[in-house]
């Protein structure tokens, strides 16, 4: 296992870490499953586990308190908040009365005092970067939380967010963990540049594309994947965003073949190439997803590898860039740009 400096934090974490959004209802998993992922990613070497309210109602959290009791010091431990928390409608967003609320709700869940990483997982319109911003503040000099981040912002909205932490002098998101994979590389213009200059630690997720990176969907063969069943429109090739990421699919397949690689090699190898990328989450529901994807903790890609990558999907490229969680709320609602 390979390990990198969290942005400027100077704490290591592995290049590959445990998602852990699979875990309950969601990926239909036990606790004792969960558990002996938990012992197994550890054991390999992965030392950061992430995982959110948000994932089966925080199921999900209970899992993972009760998987890393008693060694939770060996652990960097991520959370997140912002999500929908039922139907009312203050039990959301980034708001102070929130998230004072969602971070005791979750420290319960999972069992401990504080989380090493607490983050915003989706940017809030209707609450200013200050709100935001001064409610992590206090929270972490309450030493509930070490260090906070943000979670699939588009650029701007985090450098609005460095601007406000440094105008109202108060403690600023140190990592970011956007959607990341060969098949959506659209953070390449404007997410990972960012990061860089601010110094950013990121953790990207979905590296495998929802299972399009897994191996097991190719041209002729019925695709199968867990998120086909809850998500079919991602999957329906008739759709042209489809037939165009199973068509890189097969061209990122040879490559793989003639690398001597896996395709999840070839994707987590990629993923964790950019020098702006500090680790790649992966999300096992099973011990054969997790032992396929541990095998590829130490791939390190070829220059000549990555250029043929480039040659299918070019950098800066989403192939289905409606998917993408950082779009501008004016874009999706038309009274939001109607005068």
Known sequence: MQYRTLGHTGVQVSTLALGAMNFGSIGRTTQDEATALVDATLEAGINLIDTADRYSDGESEEMVG????????????ATKAAMPMGDERNHRGASRRWLVTALDDSLRRLGVDHVDLYQIHRWDPATSDEETLSALTDLQRAG??????????????????????????????????PSYSVLQRGIEAHVLPVAEQYGLGVLVWSPLASGWLSGAIREGLEITTSRSAFMPERFDTSIPSNRA????????????????LTMIQLALGFATAHPAVTSALIGPRTP??????????????????????????????????HEKFDTPPALLDPALRRR
């Open 66 to 77: 009760k998987a890393i009791a008693g060694r939770r010091d060996d652990i960097v431990l």
């Open 144 to 177: 509930k939380i070490r260090y906070f981040g943000s979670s699939t912002f588009p650029a701007h909205r985090i450098v609005q967010a460095q601007w406000a932490a440094r105008e109202h002098h108060l403690g600023r998101y140190v990592t970011e963990q």
């Open 245 to 260: 990421r199973l068509d890189a699919v097969e061209r990122l397949a040879r490559i793989a073949d003639e690398a001597g």
């Open 288 to 321: 054969e997803h997790l032992a396929a994807q541990l095998a590829a903790a130490d791939t390190v890609l070829p220059a000549d590898v990555l250029d043929a990558i480039d040659t299918v999907v070019a950098p800066g490229t989403d192939l289905a860039a």
